[in-house]
């Protein structure tokens, strides 16, 4: 069966930084895109990063663009997203997923249960 598993989250301090993971299985990694995205109560899931299947490829969201780092890693199934420079408004369950493949733009194949980041003030 196809899965997705966040971990690196918690509870950090506006200004530190963070490195979420996420390993993937049971469908071919390297076929697809990655992406991260997170979710804040009562908002839409939002689009943070996204890296293409070689690792070289990579866009971000105006919110954390300068902040943010995606990369991954094929040869052990992996993503990551490291943010620096943490805002409050970094606080959000964070997801990793695995964009459709020539699909529509906002359509993802997979999804992980997300990884909770609290930033605090």
């Known amino acids: 069966q196809v899965e997705l598993k966040e971990s690196g989250g918690g509870l950090a301090q506006i200004g530190g930084s963070l490195r979420l993971s996420c390993v993937a299985s049971?469908?071919?990694?390297?076929?697809?895109?990655m992406a991260w995205l997170r979710k804040v109560p009562g908002m839409e899931r939002q689009f943070v990063a996204r890296?293409?299947?070689?690792?070289?490829?990579?866009l971000y969201a105006d919110s954390v663009r300068g902040r943010a780092t995606i990369s991954r890693d094929n040869t052990q199934n992996m993503v990551f997203l490291q943010v620096d420079n943490l805002l409050e408004d970094d606080t959000g369950v964070y997801y990793c997923?695995?964009?459709?493949?020539?699909?529509?733009?906002?359509?993802?194949?997979?999804w992980g249960q997300g990884t909770q980041v609290t930033v605090s003030s």
């Open positions: 049971g469908f071919p990694f390297s076929s697809y895109d």
């Open positions: 890296v293409g299947k070689n690792g070289d490829n990579t």
């Open positions: 997923a695995a964009p459709a493949i020539r699909g529509p733009k906002g359509k993802y194949d997979h």
